[in-house]
């Protein structure tokens, strides 16, 4: 069964600095992987998603992942935070089941951003 | 105009009870889910239908029963309701598609809070 492990529950940056949020992943087969973020009180919003090819891929609002198999890795970078990325980021690895896909998620790492 | 949507935001409610959550998709998508979100902010995939077929039916007590009228619409109707049912159930739905099935799309949650 795949799994997905994101180590650091909370980061705190400064405002203009860089970050990244580390996610380790469990799959049999080559992974489809995600980044979700949740802002508070709200769903969650697809940041970027992999599935093959470049093993770096970009996203929306400046972040990018770059997946490593050797390592099981697909973590997400951002070259310089601003205040509105504070939120709740979760990774995610996916599975095809019939017509749907099963999307299991890490236990997330909230970003605190400091001014 | 919202892409999902969820009914009710918020829900309170007595041991026992019996409740129902309201989702609705108008991206055209044929697939839809619910999730479970508790209080540590972990996300667990309950319930998948695809054109109001049941894809997905993960370890959930059968209070819980999912309902699809359409493939516009899920909804998640809880039976004797319990303390351990609190938590945010997010609704979701992708194109069942090849690759886009794994493009999830969230409303933006109901918060349940069983007294």
């Known amino acids: 069964a795949q799994s997905v492990t994101q180590p650091d529950i909370h980061i705190t940056v400064s405002e203009g600095a860089s970050l990244e949020l580390r996610c380790n992943y469990s799959y049999g087969a080559t992974p489809y992987l995600f980044w979700y973020v949740q802002s508070p009180g709200q769903g969650l919003q697809l940041l970027l998603k992999?599935?093959?090819?470049?093993?770096l891929v970009q996203g929306i609002k400046g972040f990018e992942a770059e997946f490593k198999r050797s390592q099981s890795s697909f973590n997400l970078r951002k070259p310089s935070v601003h205040w509105s990325d504070a939120a709740e980021y979760f990774c995610a690895v996916g599975a095809r089941t019939g017509t749907a896909s099963k999307l299991t998620f890490g236990t997330g790492t909230r970003l605190q951003v400091t001014l | 105009d919202t892409a999902v949507s969820q009914t009710p935001k918020y829900l309170v409610t007595q041991m026992g009870n019996d409740k129902s959550i309201k989702c609705e998709q108008n991206?055209?998508?044929?697939?839809m889910y619910w999730y479970k979100q508790d209080s540590k902010k972990f996300l667990k995939i309950m319930f998948s239908?695809?054109?109001?077929?049941?894809?997905i039916n993960e370890t959930v007590p059968n209070r819980f029963s999912p309902k699809s009228p359409d493939k516009a619409h899920l909804n998640l109707h809880i039976n004797s309701l319990e303390l351990g049912d609190s938590a945010v159930y997010f609704c979701a739905s992708s194109q069942g598609l090849g690759r886009t099935t794994y493009e999830q799309y969230f409303g933006p949650g109901t918060r349940l809070t069983v007294t």
């Open positions: 992999y599935f093959s090819g470049d093993t």
């Open positions: 239908y695809n054109n109001k077929e049941l894809i």
């Open positions: 991206l055209g998508h044929d697939t």
